[in-house]
C-alpha cells in the first residue's frame, strides 16, 4: 500500500533508528529515529495548539530541521502544511492569511509579525527560545500514525497565473507519495544515497520533490540552509546527489575547483523549475563528466516528466512522463490531441495531480479537461520517442532563479508609482536565473521617469525576486489591433539585455 512521506519517516525511524537522516551545516547530523522524535514533539504541540485535520497551518519561516519537522508532523495530524516564501512583505502576508483562513500561523521571530494579522489567528514562533518550539519540547508527543485516506489534503502551496491574485493549490497525501516513490524508483535512489540539499524548503522543489524522495527511500542529506557555491564545493564529495535549480550549476560553473575530480563520488546531478540552457549543459559536460539531468514538473503536478537516468540527457528536452503520468499535447483552443512533433498545450493525467484550486473551483474548472487531463499553459510537443519538448508558455509567467513571478502584480507596483503612464513586465533569458525580470514603463506627459529611482521604491512593496533587474523607460509601448499590449515584441526587443554576444 502507498505510504506518505510521515510514514516512510517512522517506518524508517523503527528499523534503522541509528541511520543518519539530515547532515547540517556544523557537522552535526540527527539520525532518523532523532527526527521522528522531533516530529512527535512538533506534533504534539500543534494538538495542544488545537490544530485539527484539515486546518491550514500557514508557515513563513526560515529552512531548519525544525521547520521541515513541523511539516512532518502536519502530515502525522492531517493538517493542511501552507508554506510561504520567506521574502514575502508583511503586505503581501495578510492576502495569504485572509485567503488561507489558517489555523495557526508560525513566523521565525516574533519581530516578524504583521501588524494586522487576520482577526483570530493565533501565532506561534519556530526560532530560538519560539513558543512552538518550546511546546514541542514539553507537549505530549503524539507518535500516533493515523491511517488518512489517501486522497485527503495534505499541502497547500501558492501559485501564480497570469490573472488573479497567487492561488492555493492543494496537493493530496497521494500527490506526494506516488510523485516521491517514482522519482526514487526511476532515480534509483537507495539507503546509501546522500543528497545535498541547498534548496528553500517553501517551495514544491525542495520541500517535497527532494526530501520526500530521501525519505521514500530511507536515504540520508546534507541540508544546507541557503546555495553558496564555495561551501556546496566543499561538501560535494560527500554526496552521491544534488538537486538543483539552473542558477547553482551557472554558479558552480564559476568555481576554478569544479573539475571530475570534485565530483567523482557524485552519481547524479538533477536540475528543474526552471529551464537548463543548452549551453550550461554542455559546459558541465565539459568540466565534470556529468551529463545534468533535467526534469519538468509545476506546484499543481510534482514531478511529470524526466530525462532517462540510464540513456541519452539531451539538452532542450525534458524526458519522458513519470510511469502512471499520462502526457499530450493538444490545440490551446480547441482541446483536440495533436501528433508528436506539433506544437500545443502540454495537458497532464495521473496521481501527480492536484486536487484544484483552494476556494476557486471556478478557475479549476477552466484549468481542467472534461476527461480529467490539467492545461498547463505550457507550449510543446512530443518527438518521436516519446519525450517531452517545451518550447514557450501560452501564460506570462517569469520562472527566475526557480520562483514565479507574476508579472501583472509587478505592473500594479510599477503603475502607482508618480509619474508613471503604465508598464509591462516581462522575462528575458539570463545566464543565472533562466530569466531575468525586466520592466518597460512609459511616463506621463511631462514627467521624467529614472529606472533605478524605479527600482528604488520597489523595495518593500514587493519580494526581491520579483522586482526588475532592469527598468527601460519608453515612450510608448507596442498594441496590437485590439488595444493589447504585445509582449512578445518586447521581449524579442529587450532578448539580450542580460547576455553577450
Request: charged share 25%.
Amino acid at each position: 500500500m502507498l505510504k506518505g512521506p510521515d510514514e516512510w519517516l517512522s517506518t524508517h525511524a523503527d528499523r534503522s533508528p541509528d541511520r543518519r537522516f539530515l547532515l547540517l551545516e556544523d557537522g552535526s547530523a540527527l539520525t532518523y529515529g532523532h527526527f521522528d522524535e522531533l516530529v512527535a514533539g512538533y506534533g504534539g504541540a500543534l494538538r495542544q495548539a488545537g490544530v485539527k485535520a484539515a486546518d491550514r497551518v500557514v508557515v513563513q519561516a526560515g529552512k531548519s530541521p525544525e521547520a521541515l519537522a513541523l511539516c512532518l508532523a502536519c502530515l502525522r495530524i492531517g493538517a493542511i502544511y501552507t508554506p510561504l516564501n520567506t521574502a514575502y512583505t508583511p503586505a503581501e502576508l495578510e492576502y495569504f492569511l485572509q485567503d488561507a483562513d489558517p489555523a495557526l500561523l508560525v513566523l521565525d521571530q516574533e519581530a516578524d509579525r504583521p501588524k494586522a494579522v487576520a482577526p483570530g489567528v493565533p501565532v506561534e514562533t519556530l526560532g530560538d527560545g519560539g513558543t512552538l518550539s518550546a511546546a514541542a519540547r514539553t507537549a505530549p508527543p503524539h507518535r500516533e500514525q493515523a491511517r488518512f485516506d489517501l486522497d485527503a489534503p495534505a499541502a497547500m502551496l501558492y501559485t501564480s497565473g497570469t490573472t488573479g491574485r497567487p492561488k492555493g493549490a492543494v496537493l493530496s497525501r497521494r500527490v506526494l507519495a506516488s510523485n516521491a516513490a517514482a522519482l526514487a524508483r526511476i532515480w534509483e535512489f537507495g539507503p546509501e544515497d546522500v543528497l545535498l540539499h541547498a534548496l528553500p524548503i517553501f517551495h514544491a522543489h525542495g520541500l517535497f520533490i527532494s526530501t520526500n524522495t530521501v525519505l521514500a527511500a530511507g536515504a540520508s542529506m546534507v541540508f544546507l540552509k541557503k546555495f553558496d557555491a564555495a561551501q556546496v564545493m566543499a561538501w560535494l564529495p560527500r554526496c552521491t546527489v544534488m538537486m538543483g535549480v539552473p542558477t547553482f550549476y551557472t554558479r558552480l560553473l564559476e568555481r576554478r575547483e569544479l573539475d571530475q575530480a570534485a565530483v567523482k563520488g557524485v552519481r547524479l546531478f538533477v536540475s528543474g523549475s526552471a529551464p537548463l540552457l543548452p549551453e550550461t549543459h554542455r559546459r558541465f559536460k565539459e568540466r565534470t563528466g556529468h551529463a545534468i539531468l533535467e526534469r519538468y514538473g509545476m506546484t499543481e503536478t510534482l514531478v511529470i516528466s524526466s530525462h532517462p537516468y540510464h540513456g541519452e540527457r539531451r539538452p532542450g528536452s525534458v524526458g519522458f512522463p513519470l510511469p502512471d503520468v499520462q502526457v499530450r499535447i493538444a490545440d490551446p483552443a480547441t482541446g483536440e490531441v495533436l501528433p508528436a512533433g506539433e506544437i500545443g498545450v502540454i495537458e497532464v493525467r495521473g496521481p501527480n495531480l492536484f486536487d484544484g484550486y483552494w476556494r476557486a473551483p471556478d478557475k479549476t474548472a477552466q484549468d481542467m479537461r472534461p476527461d480529467g487531463f490539467f492545461i498547463t499553459g505550457d507550449l510543446g510537443m512530443l518527438d518521436a520517442e516519446g519525450q517531452i519538448h517545451i518550447v514557450g508558455r501560452s501564460k506570462d509567467l517569469i520562472i527566475s532563479g526557480g520562483y514565479n513571478v507574476y508579472p501583472k502584480e509587478v505592473e500594479t507596483e510599477i503603475d502607482s508609482l508618480p509619474g508613471v503612464k503604465e508598464s509591462a513586465v516581462v522575462g528575458v533569458p539570463h545566464p543565472d536565473f533562466g530569466e531575468g525580470v525586466i520592466a518597460i514603463v512609459t511616463p506621463l506627459p511631462g514627467a521624467e521617469l529614472d529606472p533605478n529611482s524605479i527600482i528604488d521604491a520597489l523595495n518593500g512593496r514587493l519580494a526581491r525576486y520579483k522586482q526588475p533587474k532592469r527598468v527601460f523607460i519608453e515612450a510608448e509601448l507596442p498594441r496590437n489591433a485590439m488595444g493589447k499590449v504585445q509582449k512578445e515584441l518586447l521581449r524579442q526587443k529587450h532578448r539580450g539585455t542580460f547576455t553577450t554576444v
